[in-house]
């Protein structure tokens, strides 16, 4: 099967195999492919509630190479999600006519509930034994960030989506290169406000380990670990601690785009707003009381794909 997260930011493919019945329940599934293209759908959404023509054509031009491949390697069953932009952008039936065309597959734009769970579903299978129960699992995308809470054998207790994505904190506050002591600061209350709510609806105080999903999770974490160039293998399940988020953050924050950009680990297309989205995770770690993040590679992507099993 094959499955398309396209999110605000990035736009990503997974082309997988189920595992067989009789491996048990956590057992993985099997790569074919898995693939990112940084696309920007969400490019000034959050200001003119619109998505940019030249956006939708980037993406048009990843979405038509994913379909030549997903057509090579004779996938069975297609599920694309799109997320954070294009529920919020007046014209997404343009886009939507965009992707029938392209891919031949209506998009199922999810709701940020759908998007929780289905994230939830993709990061908790086959965590180690040392990630205890409850989790809570953040999902930090370009456009929105999702809260959930639950555990494996019970499911999802709670979820919620709010707007803090780190495209979306990036264009409303971080205009400096670098940005300013008083940019940081606005951006910081605009999170930490998103956050608290989010902890009203979510009881992710109460969880016994905080679970970290997406680029600026893994790109911190990478960071952090101090890599040479980017690992998924050494990343995935990695736990990092809380006074590496923040110093990671505070380094990310005070350097420009162009010393960024000089990190090893870092994509282009995240270097402009990786500060925001490594600003939004120590938030939250600093709201919910989390001494600790366990970062997932595994995510919404793996989440669709085992949907359709």
Avoid at 185 to 192: G, K, L, R, S, V
Wanted: aromatic share 2%.
């Amino acid at each position: 099967m094959a499955a398309i997260d396209c999110g605000t930011n990035s736009i990503r493919l997974l082309v997988a195999d189920l595992p067989d019945p009789s491996a048990g329940p956590e057992a993985p599934l099997a790569d074919v492919t898995r693939r990112m293209e940084i696309v920007r759908l969400g490019q000034g959404v959050d200001k003119t509630g619109r998505l940019a023509p030249e956006a939708i054509e980037r993406t048009r031009v990843a979405l038509a190479d994913y379909a030549a491949e997903i057509e090579k390697l004779g996938a069975e069953q297609v599920r694309m999600c799109a997320t954070s932009a294009t529920r919020d952008a007046a014209n997404a039936a343009d886009f939507r006519a965009m992707v029938e065309q392209t891919l031949g597959v209506a998009p199922e734009v999810v709701t940020g509930d759908e998007e929780a769970r289905l994230s939830f579903t993709g990061a908790v299978r086959g965590l180690p034994a040392d990630a205890r129960p409850p989790y809570l699992v953040v999902d930090i995308g370009g456009g929105s960030t999702e809260f959930v809470v639950g555990t494996r054998e019970g499911g999802v207790r709670a979820a919620v989506s709010m707007d803090i994505g780190c495209v979306r904190m990036t264009e409303r506050h971080l205009h400096g290169d670098p940005p300013g002591l008083d940019e940081v600061a606005a951006a910081q209350a605009d999170i930490a406000v998103a956050v608290d709510r989010a902890l009203e609806v979510v009881p992710g105080r109460e969880a016994a380990t905080l679970v970290g999903l997406a680029g600026s999770v893994t790109t911190v974490v990478a960071i952090a670990q101090g890599l040479r160039e980017y690992d998924p293998a050494r990343i995935h399940h990695a736990r990092v601690s809380y006074e590496q988020v923040a110093e990671v953050t505070a380094d990310l924050l005070a350097k420009t785009r162009e010393q960024r950009l000089a990190i090893p680990v870092m994509h282009p297309g995240r270097a402009d707003v990786i500060g925001a989205g490594a600003l939004v995770l120590r938030v939250i770690m600093e709201r919910a009381g989390m001494p600790s993040v366990v970062a997932s590679e595994h995510d919404i992507l793996d989440g669709i794909a085992w949907s359709l099993a």
